[in-house]
């Protein structure tokens, strides 16, 4: 069973009007987050109902008091989703201080809670040395918190890896394949942040600014160097 979506509609609104879970509702559809709003005119499966609808166990548990600076391997870019905050990114994706993300980006505590225009690349700082080990997986139900607890890797971080994905209406055992980042894990016991130089938010940046050929084949290669994880980045 299926509907579709007329206006960019959120997974509790769905699950209200079909008297469903909203857990229940963002397994069925593979979300990558429950808190993301469905799109206007995007088709939504309806689960079988239940007798214990779940309305909670598909949500992140936010870490107020969490020590971590900087992610275990990577990625160093995050591409922004529809009501991401700095807040919601550091403690809900990838559960690091607020002020470690505030300070790769050198951003004001003040603009911690603004809501970000959705398609952005922003960094986020890396655990140095560290690594995630990365393979293909076909995700056939749940959700990335899902995903993310049985991988030992972070929401933020599938996200990161598979940056344009929101959900999936296959058929029951089908599903996108992801690349999903797994193991993740220091290297040393002396870790220090890295970040690195320059701040993009995407090839369309690079589009958008008036740009001679070289210039724009310079801001295009930096772009693909900062997605590759490559701390070399040409100046203008």
Do not use: W
Request: proline share 5%.
């Amino acid at each position: 069973m299926s509907c579709v979506a007329e206006t960019i509609t959120t997974v509790s609104a769905v699950a209200t009007l079909n008297n469903r879970g909203i857990c229940d509702v963002a397994r069925a559809n593979r979300m990558s987050d429950p808190t993301i709003p469905f799109a206007a005119d995007t088709e939504v499966i309806i689960p079988a109902e239940v007798c214990e609808p779940d309305d909670t166990s598909c949500f992140t548990v936010v870490d107020t008091a969490t020590t971590n600076f900087c992610l275990m391997g990577g990625p160093h870019l995050y591409y922004t989703q529809r009501n991401d905050t700095y807040r919601t990114i550091a403690l809900e994706r990838f559960n690091i201080t607020l002020e470690s993300v505030l300070t790769a980006l050198g951003v004001e505590e003040s603009q911690a809670d603004v809501e970000l225009n959705a398609g952005l690349f922003i960094k986020i700082p890396s655990c140095y040395p560290s690594q995630c080990t990365l393979q293909p997986y076909k995700f056939t139900y749940g959700t990335y918190k899902d995903l993310a607890e049985e991988f030992g890797a972070s929401v933020g971080q599938i996200i990161a890896y598979n940056p344009t994905y929101s959900h999936s209406v296959a058929g029951t055992g089908d599903g996108p394949v992801l690349t999903l980042p797994m193991d993740c894990k220091a290297l040393s016991d002396n870790l220090t942040d890295r970040l690195f130089p320059g701040s993009y938010t995407g090839l369309l940046g690079c589009l958008g600014r008036r740009f001679g050929l070289r210039e724009l084949l310079v801001c295009t290669a930096n772009f693909a160097s900062l997605m590759a994880g490559k701390a070399s980045v040409v100046r203008y």
